[in-house]
């Protein structure tokens, strides 16, 4: 399955889970997709909250275009709480959201997805400690490897990495991309007169 002529956002910050970074980064890559990775500051270092891994921003949020991606993956660890201090990358997320591009998120990242204001009667699942923060926020949670609901793509935790990284390449290779940048409509629900 190839992702060739396709661009993923990655998001960083400090206190990623290592694996939930550099796992999707490189299978994307080896897929054949340009991905790019987005950051607060093009000069600090981010370290992995295990050490295992560092990385460098390549693009600062506020410079992003969420035009220009076709999907944006959000990592888990201590790393989306932090993302949700910056305005940049919660808009980020949300315009991304509206154009109908992939927003994938593991672990704790769908944490940014809640300040984004784009979880309410969507099915995700999280890591467990914040089931409870998505609920209040009116999504369904569900305790599932992967859970796809239309644009959005949320895994649980490191051990789902081969599901996660799977079904966001699925939901780049389908006909229509990536929507083409549209939200798939909901399904229209039978109203009763009222008699």
């Known amino acids: 399955m190839t992702l060739e002529g396709k661009k993923i956002g990655i998001l960083v910050e400090a206190g990623f889970e290592d694996s939930e970074l550099i796992v999707p980064l490189e299978a994307m890559k080896k897929a054949g997709a340009r991905v790019v990775v987005i950051g607060n500051d ?3 270092l981010y370290q992995g909250k295990r050490g295992n891994a560092e990385i460098k921003a ?3 949020a506020d410079r992003a275009k969420a035009e220009q991606f076709d ?3 959000v990592p888990g660890g201590y790393a989306p709480d932090r993302m ?3 305005q940049s990358m919660i808009a980020l997320i949300n315009k991304g959201h509206r154009l109908g591009k992939i927003i994938a998120a593991i672990c704790h990242g ?4 809640i300040s984004a204001g784009i979880v309410r009667g969507r099915r995700l699942t999280s890591w467990p400690s914040i089931t409870i923060d998505l609920r209040n926020a009116g999504a369904h949670w569900v305790d599932e490897p992967v859970v796809i609901d239309r644009n959005i793509i949320t895994s649980r935790k490191p051990a789902d990495l081969p599901a996660f990284n799977k079904a966001i390449k699925e939901a780049l290779t389908q006909p229509n991309g ?4 549209k939200l798939s409509k909901p399904a229209k629900r039978k109203v009763k ?3």
Not at 178 to 181: E, R
């Open 42 to 44: 093009l000069k600090q």
């Open 58 to 60: 390549d693009i600062t």
């Open 71 to 73: 999907a944006i993956i």
């Open 84 to 86: 949700r201090l910056h």
């Open 110 to 113: 769908p944490q940014l997805l």
């Open 178 to 181: 990536n929507n083409n940048g």
């Open 193 to 195: 007169a009222k008699r």
